[in-house]
């Protein structure tokens, strides 16, 4: 079974933060090619140029970060978000009890409609895809 792969868990396996080893053992024990929608590419975008401002990773460490990436989407399935995501995605959030955030929704809304599983790190996010019928791996 294909998994999705959030941008918490791309973010992770490109950069030596906290989360790095696990993040390398999570995608070790994939069965399957992950998938990825071209919103996690928006996502880990900023994730990585915020840790460029904030000193966290210099040029040659951002450069490394999108290599990186770039070497996990060629190897994923990639995903075209399409209208009707958007649309689940906002109703995932009117539904939410708990302050689902409208990216996070977005990639849920995703697996929603593909029936996959999420790898995810955020717990909130975790949380949500199970309140919706969802598989969630952390």
């Known amino acids: ?3 999705y792969l959030d941008a918490s868990v791309a973010v992770s396996a490109t950069h030596r933060d906290a989360l790095h080893e696990r993040a390398k053992a999570a995608l070790g024990t994939l069965d399957d090619t992950p998938a990825m929608s071209t919103w996690v590419v928006a996502e880990f975008t900023s994730a990585a140029t915020r840790l460029f401002r904030r000193g966290v990773v210099d ?3 951002l450069d490394e970060m999108y290599d990186k990436f770039r070497e ?3 190897a994923a399935i990639m995903i075209q978000v399409v209208d009707d995501d958007i649309m689940e995605a906002a109703r995932i959030v009117k539904a939410s009890i708990g302050g689902m955030r409208a990216p996070d929704a ?3 809304a995703i697996c929603k409609r593909l ?3 999420i790898l995810t790190f955020d717990q909130r996010m975790a949380g949500g895809a199970r309140s919706i019928g969802l598989t969630a791996i952390e």
Request: no cysteine; net charge negative; hydrophobic share 45%.
């Open 106 to 108: 977005l990639h849920l």
């Open 72 to 74: 996990l989407t060629e």
């Open 1 to 3: 079974m294909n998994v």
């Open 59 to 61: 040029h040659v460490g």
């Open 115 to 117: 029936s996959l599983p």
